[in-house]
């Protein structure tokens, strides 16, 4: 293929001339740039796409390599594992959306699409085209879509939020009442402690798993409304998203069917952006209660089944509602795409992104009141080196609780007080002025938002007063409900979310406590 024209302020040439400038100028308005690529030499051998992101056609170096050094570190290896999949033949059109470093510095969101144009006898690609685009506008406004929808979803799941925490919250206040009363009363007759010491320690136990109950709601809420932009992706639980999901789902299933749960007791880590996999099987499970209609609970079944299957994790969704009929189904992943009953939105539309974003795909089957089944089917990531184990015992430590809610403060002081010296404080000024004076810990529980100060300010003040201080901080967050907040915390900031998991708690001050002695 030659070169397209280069354009002018004249009318186009007729012929091959004219069509080629017409295509130029196809692409241009659309916001593409075309290029070719030679796997072979690993080099562009027409266009230059980087002048997307404000390079000179020649500013930079044809090689793929140079191309790959504009790839944010986070999203080479999804692009990395594409262009094998496209190398061996078993992907002849790969499409995929990364950050990449522009002129001015700035991260983009380009898409990039492209199609192997000739292979030799054994498949492998001798000639590939394709097209980069600009999306990060898109991206912006898509991710805005996705919130707004989320919100909504919220307002649907109120009453069944509300439902899924006062039964839980019922318990741990009930067997705490009792705690405090039979000891008030054991004060004065420590005999009658003694006979009804096996029934307290069943109201502690049934008290503590109704507040891990309400911690899991409080997670999934956190994971569904708080916004994702600019979040990196991980290695994540399947287990644990999908669990935060169904504690939200649960009681607005019940309403329609009978829930039925099938999780593999292994299932390995996926790469997503935390909290998006649980968005997307709340908007899965909401779908199949509301393919059910009320007043047959007795009569249907929403089956859950996750499950490992050679390297992959597959999870179905699937409900004895009214399905959905043949006409419909290549349409039901576009947004806002209507099929009645059920009233248009983006919720499978943001399901599908999700899960294609983490490299994953969904697929249906259905058919007319037969049901649903939606799968979900997601690569494994790269396993976890091993963990080394150690048997000595963990150093008591100096630590510092700063948070203006004295109920937090105290809770956290009694879940670390046996293994170290704990000090509690409620004002941030009163920490930065005894660090100033001279005092230090070796941990530092921080809460993110303080009235008074919050804990962004605080490490403004340490980094410029006391910086040894600052790698000691762990955050406390019931939520980052700003800008500023979520940006801080997604620059790599450790951080514990409330109501923190005692264990969690306790394992990351001992870490920050060796630290502090090595």
């Keep these: 293929m030659e070169p397209l024209g280069q354009g002018g302020s004249g009318p186009p040439s007729e012929g091959r001339g004219a069509r080629e400038e017409q295509y130029r100028l196809a692409l241009e308005v659309a916001g593409h740039v075309y290029f070719e690529f030679d796997p072979r030499s690993r080099r562009t051998v027409l266009g230059a796409p980087w002048t997307v992101l404000g390079y000179a056609a020649d500013e930079l170096s044809a090689s793929i390599d140079a191309w790959i050094?504009?790839?944010?570190?986070?999203?080479?290896?999804?692009?990395?594992?594409?262009?094998?999949?496209?190398?061996?033949?078993?992907?002849?059109?790969?499409?995929?959306?990364?950050?990449?470093?522009?002129?001015?510095?700035?991260?983009?969101?380009?898409?990039?699409?492209?199609?192997?144009?000739?292979?030799?006898?054994?498949?492998?690609?001798?000639?590939?085209?394709?097209?980069?685009?600009?999306?990060?506008?898109?991206?912006?406004?898509?991710?805005?879509?996705?919130?707004?929808?989320?919100?909504?979803?919220?307002?649907?799941?109120?009453?069944?939020?509300?439902?899924?925490?006062?039964?839980?919250?019922?318990?741990?206040?009930?067997?705490?009442?009792?705690?405090?009363?039979?000891?008030?009363?054991?004060?004065?007759?420590?005999?009658r402690l003694a006979a009804r010491l096996p029934e307290l320690r069943q109201a502690a136990a049934d008290a503590a798993q109704g507040a891990d109950r309400v911690r899991g709601v409080v997670r999934g809420l956190q994971l569904f409304s708080t916004p994702r932009t600019g979040v990196a992706r991980e290695a994540v639980e399947v287990r644990a998203e999908l669990g935060a999901a169904l504690d939200l789902t649960r009681n607005a299933i019940s309403q329609r069917a009978r829930l039925t749960v099938d999780v593999g007791a292994a299932l390995p880590r996926v790469t997503a952006v935390p909290g998006e996999l649980g968005q997307a099987f709340v908007n899965l499970l909401m779908n199949a209660a509301e393919a059910i209609p009320e007043g047959a609970a007795a009569s249907h079944e929403v089956r859950v089944v996750a499950r490992a299957v050679g390297g992959r994790v597959v999870v179905?969704?699937?409900?004895?509602?009214?399905?959905?009929?043949?006409?419909?189904?290549?349409?039901?992943?576009?947004?806002?795409?209507?099929?009645?009953?059920?009233?248009?939105?983006?919720?499978?539309?943001?399901?599908?992104?999700?899960?294609?974003?983490?490299?994953?795909?969904?697929?249906?089957?259905?058919?007319?009141?037969?049901?649903?089944?939606?799968?979900?089917?997601?690569?494994?990531?790269?396993?976890?080196?091993?963990?080394?184990?150690?048997?000595?015992?963990?150093?008591?430590?100096?630590?510092?609780?700063?948070?203006?809610?004295?109920?937090?403060?105290?809770?956290?002081?009694?879940?670390?007080?046996?293994?170290?010296?704990?000090?509690?404080?409620?004002?941030?000024?009163?920490?930065?002025?005894?660090?100033?004076?001279?005092?230090?810990?070796?941990?530092?529980?921080?809460?993110?938002?303080?009235?008074?100060?919050?804990?962004?300010?605080?490490?403004?003040?340490?980094?410029?007063?006391?910086?040894d201080v600052v790698p000691r901080i762990v955050y406390l967050t019931g939520g980052a409900f700003t800008d500023r907040a979520r940006k801080f915390l997604a620059d790599g900031r450790p951080f514990l979310e409330k109501p923190v998991d005692a264990q969690a708690l306790r394992d990351r001050v001992a870490e920050l406590v060796r630290r502090a002695g090595g």
């Design 316 to 467: 179905d969704v699937q409900d004895t509602g009214a399905g959905i009929r043949p006409e419909h189904l290549p349409r039901i992943f576009e947004p806002y795409y209507e099929r009645s009953p059920s009233p248009p939105g983006l919720g499978l539309a943001v399901c599908h992104a999700v899960v294609t974003a983490a490299g994953g795909t969904l697929e249906v089957q259905s058919a007319p009141e037969r049901g649903s089944i939606f799968r979900v089917t997601l690569p494994a990531a790269a396993p976890a080196g091993p963990i080394a184990k150690t048997t000595v015992a963990p150093p008591r430590g100096r630590v510092l609780v700063l948070d203006d809610d004295p109920l937090v403060g105290r809770s956290m002081a009694r879940l670390l007080q046996a293994a170290h010296e704990v000090t509690v404080l409620a004002s941030p000024a009163e920490a930065l002025a005894r660090v100033e004076r001279g005092e230090r810990w070796d941990a530092v529980l921080c809460d993110l938002m303080m009235p008074e100060l919050s804990g962004m300010d605080v490490e403004e003040r340490l980094a410029r007063t006391a910086p």
């Design 69 to 191: 050094e504009l790839v944010h570190p986070d999203d080479r290896a999804p692009l990395a594992e594409g262009m094998r999949r496209q190398h061996h033949g078993g992907n002849p059109m790969h499409r995929i959306e990364y950050r990449m470093r522009a002129k001015d510095g700035s991260w983009r969101a380009v898409l990039v699409s492209t199609r192997a144009l000739s292979r030799d006898p054994d498949g492998v690609p001798l000639r590939t085209a394709g097209t980069i685009t600009d999306v990060t506008e898109a991206r912006a406004l898509r991710e805005r879509a996705t919130q707004s929808e989320r919100l909504a979803s919220l307002g649907a799941l109120a009453s069944g939020v509300a439902h899924a925490v006062n039964n839980p919250l019922a318990s741990v206040g009930s067997g705490l009442r009792v705690l405090q009363e039979e000891l008030e009363r054991g004060a004065a007759d420590p005999t």
